[in-house]
């Protein structure tokens, strides 16, 4: 995901934003600069839930999720809390799924929003009936077979009695490809308008559920067939349908099902700012990601920690590191402390693992010890036994409510254990549909990047939801002390990593 910044949000103020029709890289530049910088989101269930769990945590975030036949806010209530968010100085972003002109409403809120003297901008978004079309390998438009493209809406507004869209005009017109929006729960009245009309009952025609998600469902029909197919294999909404002869170059173009994690729903309870090159790589994949940080990391302030570091004298003297959170955090308050990178020259240093130190040699700095396997027990295990340490000094820098294992492997060392704290976990607890979005369409595999992340999981959710989301999921475990922390709440796992990092998981 491209990563922005942007501090010119302006106050009393909303953005329309389209956030695209599933995958969350469909985001454009604008619109995730305005979503980054803005002080209070609201935002539909068909925003993806990356984007939220992303987002600053100082950002708020006002859920106001919509389904077809269910309604948590209505439209009037979406309108004042805008108005309210705006009127307290903020900058408000609208983020809607797909574009917000297309079917989305977004004119009746740019209305609404001049009429009550907000002022605002609309940031398009990518609309499902390109995009959809686009990762099923269907083209819109073809030189030979289709010159034009009908965005129709198959789902009438409740204050019309009937449908103001001509299917009869449609049906005759010919050479051009129709993309029906909104149409499930009207296909049967649409396809019998269609064909009465003149279209042939033979004219080629795809269904697309879920399109641009991993998980996206295709199926190729001819007109005639549609209701069928949809009361036969269960379709339900978010639907496309695509009508006309470029649905028979699918076969040629389709791309997106090749992906080796395709169709496989991934769980990550990992914080979510180290996770999101995670998201990305499992994305890359082919996988639906399917966050929900079950803790989330903030920057730790400990002047007496500090305090002791700056008095260190020994000439054996060590940094130990048992994770690139604490790296990160480390380094930038040390770097915001002292400005000087040369004051850790004296110091010999130890990483958990390679990806520790990786991120240790992005700062220029490189690991003298590695353990052969990456624990904590380890790591405390083989420096005792590998390396001279009497009368060292050694500053284990944690994580607040890290446990003390490695403190007790080195107590009868004769070294003089320094703890450093530099950040602090905690449990969030989610509302805004991302709970609701798991039971939808429950996980294939759930990633434990930690002992927190499991312990965080029964914070947020009942043990009937769990083992309802375990009940058919693989448990995949970053390492020996994850995996003892799920087995004592009573969790199996499927795979541990080797070696313990998140590379290998």
């Known amino acids: 995901m491209v990563e922005v910044k942007n501090n010119n949000s302006r106050k009393g103020f909303v953005y329309l934003i389209g956030a695209g029709p599933g995958d969350p890289g469909l985001i454009t530049v604008k619109g995730m600069l305005a979503l980054k910088s803005c002080d209070a989101v609201i935002y539909d269930n068909l925003v993806p839930s990356e984007l939220i769990v992303t987002l600053p945590t100082n950002i708020e975030r006002h859920y106001v999720g919509k389904k077809a036949g269910r309604q948590c806010c209505s439209q009037d209530e979406i309108n004042q809390l805008m108005i309210q968010l705006a009127g307290d100085n903020k900058s408000v972003v ?108 033979d004219m080629p025609a795809a269904i697309i559920e879920r399109g641009t998600f991993p998980t996206q469902r295709y199926v190729a029909s001819k007109l005639s067939d549609l209701p069928n197919e949809v009361k036969e294999k269960g ?8 009508i006309g002869e470029v649905v028979t170059l699918q076969p040629w173009l389709e791309w997106f099902k090749d992906k080796p994690l395709i169709g496989i729903r991934v769980m990550v309870t990992r914080a979510a700012a180290p996770a999101q090159k995670i998201y990305e790589n499992l994305r890359e994949l082919g996988a639906e990601v399917l966050p929900y940080p079950t803790i989330e990391i903030e920057e730790y302030l400990d002047p007496s920690g500090w305090n002791s570091f700056d008095k260190i004298k020994s000439d054996n003297k060590w940094l130990i590191f048992t994770s690139e959170t604490g790296v990160r955090f480390f380094m930038k308050q040390f770097l915001e402390q002292s400005g000087d990178i040369r004051r850790l020259g004296g110091f010999k240093i130890a990483a958990i693992g390679k990806a520790t130190a990786a991120d240790l040699q992005k700062y220029g700095l490189k690991a003298d010890f590695i353990p052969e396997k990456s624990t904590a ?18 500053v284990r820098v944690r994580g607040a409510l890290a446990i003390k294992t490695i403190e007790d492997e080195l107590i009868n060392t004769g ?38 992340t499991v312990k965080g999981l029964f914070k947020n959710l009942s043990k009937d939801d769990i083992k309802t989301l375990v009940s058919g999921a693989a448990i995949y475990s970053i390492g020996p002390s994850t995996s003892a922390i799920l087995k004592k709440f009573g969790i199996q796992v499927t795979v541990e990593a080797s070696p313990h990092n998140m590379t290998a998981l």
């Open 415 to 452: 070294a003089e254990v320094i703890p450093l704290t530099v950040y602090n976990t905690y449990f969030p607890l989610w509302s805004g549909g991302l709970k609701e979005k798991l039971f939808e369409h429950l996980p294939d595999v759930i990633i434990f990047s930690s002992g927190s």
């Open 377 to 394: 027990v380890a790591l405390g295990q083989e420096m005792k036994e590998k390396l001279d340490l009497k009368n060292s000094e050694i």
């Open 235 to 242: 379709v339900k909404p978010p639907a496309l349908f695509i």
């Open 94 to 201: 609208r983020l809607k799924g797909s574009d917000p002109l297309i079917f989305g409403r977004g004119g009746e809120e740019a209305k609404f929003l001049r009429q009550n003297n907000i002022n605002f901008e609309i940031i398009p978004g990518v609309t499902a009936g390109v995009a959809v079309p686009a990762y099923s390998g269907i083209p819109c438009t073809d030189r030979n077979l289709a010159s034009f493209v009908m965005f129709v809406t198959g789902h009438k507004a409740r204050e019309k009695k009937y449908s103001t869209v001509p299917w009869e005009w449609i049906g005759k017109a010919e050479g051009g490809t129709i993309v029906i929006y909104m149409g499930v729960g009207e296909i049967e009245n649409i396809v019998g308008k269609l064909i009465s009309s003149g279209m042939s009952p």
